[in-house]
């Protein structure tokens, strides 16, 4: 079992629709990251929260709206996506620490397709 | 800047055999670490083995093992005894010490499959 949990696993939404993605970890990590994927392609970052404060928006475009309540959730508000904004999406969480690097562990995605 | 680069877009190796997977990286950090994740197609990436830039000795997780050149800047991934459960895609990935937040540059990945 994934330690961090996404939902949903499938999102099919229609260009004027409202919808969220959700990530919760449980691991104590304080640093909780978006990335988008596109097949057989690396991961693109989004976003970074670090300590529940966002601390890298990689220039994405604002129908991508993130949020993160709390240091265990995590959530991705998206509007009035385009058919190119079907991916999977990924959170991940990792421990913070100067000096040391930490690995992420990353949910099981969301696949988003766009209509 | 940092870069990953991966020449390798696909291999095959058979069952039970081991297979490296190449990685060189740059970057002007002077402190850095070096990661691998699995992606099967399942499409959940797996965090499989860590490398700092002064560790001395290569790192090893069971059946992982990372032979690091630090000179060479390379940092290649060797899976020994090769599993059909292996055949997936697998990213190098890096992050330095002057990077903001934990941010990771990874490679456009290796696709691995292993045949019976």
């Known amino acids: 079992d994934t330690e961090v949990t996404q939902t949903p696993k499938h999102l099919v939404m229609g260009m004027t629709n409202k919808k969220s993605l959700k990530c919760e970890q449980h691991?104590?990590?304080?640093?909780m990251y978006w990335y988008k994927q596109k097949a057989k392609k690396p991961p693109e970052l989004m976003f970074v929260y670090s300590y529940e404060k966002l601390s890298i928006n990689e220039s994405v475009p604002s129908r991508f709206s993130p949020e993160c309540p709390n240091s265990s959730l995590l959530n991705l508000h998206l509007h009035a996506l385009q058919p190119e904004d079907s991916a999977l999406y990924l959170c991940?969480?990792?421990?913070?620490?100067?000096?040391?690097?930490?690995?992420?562990?990353f949910g099981s995605g969301t696949r988003l397709t766009v209509v | 800047a940092q870069k990953i680069t991966q020449t390798q877009p696909g291999m095959f190796v058979q069952e039970k055999e081991a297979v490296t997977l190449d990685c060189t990286y740059d970057?002007?950090?002077?402190?850095?670490?070096l990661f691998w994740y699995k992606q099967p197609s399942s499409g959940e990436m797996i965090f499989l083995i860590y490398q700092g830039s002064y560790d001395q000795q290569n790192a090893t997780e069971g059946r992982y093992s990372l032979n690091f050149q630090k000179a060479r800047k390379s940092a290649n991934l060797v899976i020994s005894a090769s599993q059909l459960g292996d055949s997936a895609m697998y990213f190098c990935a890096m992050r330095g010490v002057n990077t903001n937040a934990g941010k990771s540059t990874f490679g456009d990945g290796t696709t691995l499959t292993v045949k019976p």
């Open positions: 970057t002007s950090d002077p402190s850095y670490g």
């Open positions: 691991m104590g990590h304080r640093a």
């Open positions: 991940a969480s990792s421990q913070v620490g100067t000096g040391a690097y930490y690995g992420y562990t």
